[in-house]
């Protein structure tokens, strides 16, 4: 079946340092990948998405590549701030009779 | 615009009442989806509606019971909650279901916060 692993964290970092946060999948095909953010008391909002492989998704300074021979769709970004701070959430949609697939999420915190 | 809108952003509820949720989109999406979000999880994929009719119930108990009255609206009736029920819940849209071989994003609402007591 169709899955996504993610580092669960909490991750805690200084303003402007570099992020990544891991996600890995498995799935059967040519899923579309995405990464969704969370910030507090708020919905989920599309950060970034590829759809086939070698495809870098980026948006906010957020960079994610879909790599099919590591199934990988690492999040990156150079310089994180503050504002940053939420909850991220890596997911797959492959084609078919399948839901979105949702990683348990990783909180990032910024302190300044 | 991606934009998707939910009514009310909060609510409290007893175990008797009979409440709505709604939802709304105008980007010409036809499918539609009832998620619920536990504290410090994922979504957990409830109900989803493709070009208005309900195609997937993820084994969801009765005192939850979707609606889509038009192609651009989504409302969940609400009926002998239980406090455990309590969570947010959150619509979101896409051009296109899954079930129908699409990969289309989906894009959320700013959710519900159901408090049942």
């Known amino acids: 079946g169709n899955s996504v692993t993610q580092m669960e964290g909490p991750v805690t970092l200084s303003e402007e340092a570099f992020l990544t946060i891991n996600c890995t999948y498995t799935?059967?095909?040519?899923?579309?990948l995405f990464w969704y953010v969370q910030y507090p008391g708020e919905g989920l909002q599309l950060l970034l998405k590829?759809?086939?492989?070698?495809d870098k998704g980026s948006n906010k300074g957020f960079e994610a590549t879909y790599r099919k021979e590591t199934t990988s769709f690492h999040l990156e970004k150079g310089s994180v701030q503050v504002s940053d701070s939420a909850v991220y959430f890596c997911?797959?949609?492959?084609?078919?009779?399948?839901?979105?697939?949702f990683g348990k999420g990783t909180r990032l915190s910024v302190i300044a | 615009d991606t934009e998707v809108t939910q009514t009310p952003k909060h609510l409290v509820m007893g175990m008797t009442n009979k409440k709505s949720l709604k939802c709304e989109q105008h980007?010409?999406?036809?499918?539609m989806y009832w998620y619920k979000q536990k504290a410090k999880k994922p979504p957990e994929l409830m109900f989803v509606?493709?070009?208005?009719?309900?195609?997937i119930n993820e084994s969801v108990p009765s005192r939850f019971s979707p609606e889509c009255p038009n192609s651009s609206l989504l409302n969940l009736h609400l009926h002998a909650l239980q406090p455990e029920d309590s969570a947010l819940y959150l619509c979101?849209?896409?051009?296109?279901?899954?079930?129908?071989?699409?990969?289309?994003?989906?894009?959320f609402g700013p959710g519900t916060r159901l408090t049942v007591l």
């Open positions: 980007m010409g999406h036809r499918a």
């Open positions: 590829a759809t086939k492989a070698d």
């Open positions: 997911a797959l949609l492959n084609s078919g009779n399948t839901p979105l697939v």
């Open positions: 799935a059967t095909g040519y899923p579309s």
């Open positions: 509606y493709s070009y208005e009719k309900l195609s």
């Open positions: 979101a849209s896409s051009q296109v279901g899954s079930l129908a071989g699409s990969t289309d994003t989906q894009y």
